[in-house]
T-cell receptor, first 116, second 112 residues
Framework: AQKVTQAQTEISVVEKEDVTLDCVYETRDTTYYLFWYKQPPSGELVFLIRRNSFDEQNEISGRYSWNFQKSTSSFNFTITASQVVDSAVYFCALSEARTGGFKTIFGAGTRLFVKA | SQTIHQWPATLVQPVGSPLSLECTVEGTSNPNLYWYRQAAGRGLQLLFYSVGIGQISSEVPQNLSASRPQDRQFILSSKKLLLSDSGFYLC???????????FGPGTRLLVL
């Protein structure tokens, strides 16, 4: 069955600290997509990254980096030198090709507090 | 570039009243459209998705319905709201199945 687990409900860090948000997924499909979204206090979900199951290459975008490991079914997200503006809820999501890709399953989210 | 609009931004409705939330997408053709609900402090629940005009798939049984009268318009409705319908409603679109979904600003609904 399709499942996304974000075990960290809330994380609190001080500005400039590095923080890693964990995401573990379950799928029976060999073709799938993984996503990270950011939800600031305004509420709108902002797309951050998409990875397909055939691309295990890690990615870095500015202070953000993602570590995709199929062996552990994890897709973790690291923010380097966190800033107050990073405070938000972050969602990891999974979409399976065999279900037509419609059923994107979201994790419960991790609320990140970055204190000045 | 593509943009997605939702309105109203906030809505307070009495129990038993009707509901109509609208979502429109600009800058793309034949998008896949989605309605999600997010309860306070919770994750997202997919309510409906649509791959074309008049084509609606429901994910969970409920007293809500969806319609797609035009290619880039997606409407969420209810004939009689329940207290449990309160939440944050998000509309999203994608170009193709499995592709990235892009979300609108959302509508906060409070049913009293």
């Amino acid at each position: 069955a399709q499942k996304v687990t974000q075990a960290q409900t809330e994380i609190s860090v001080v500005e400039k600290e590095d923080v890693t948000l964990d995401c573990v997924y379950e799928t029976r499909d060999t073709t799938y997509y993984l996503f990270w979204y950011k939800q600031p206090p305004s509420g709108e979900l902002v797309f951050l990254i998409r990875r397909n199951s055939f691309d295990e290459q890690n990615e870095i975008s500015g202070r953000y980096s993602w570590n995709f490991q199929k062996s552990t079914s994890s897709f973790n997200f690291t923010i380097t030198a966190s800033q107050v503006v990073d405070s938000a809820v972050y969602f990891c999501a999974l979409s399976e090709a065999r279900t037509g890709g419609f059923k994107t399953i979201f994790g419960a989210g991790t609320r990140l507090f970055v204190k000045a | 570039s593509q943009t997605i609009h939702q309105w109203p931004a906030t809505l307070v409705q009495p129990v038993g009243s009707p509901l109509s939330l609208e979502c429109t997408v600009e800058g793309t053709s034949n998008p896949n459209l989605y309605w999600y609900r997010q309860a306070a402090g919770r994750g997202l629940q997919l309510l409906f998705y649509s791959v074309g005009i008049g084509q609606i798939s429901s994910e969970v049984p409920q007293n809500l319905s969806a319609s797609r009268p035009q290619d880039r318009q997606f409407i969420l409705s209810s004939k009689k709201l329940l207290l449990s319908d309160s939440g944050f409603y998000l509309c999203a679109w994608s170009d193709r199945v499995g592709e990235t979904q892009y979300f609108g600003p959302g509508t906060r609904l409070l049913v009293l």
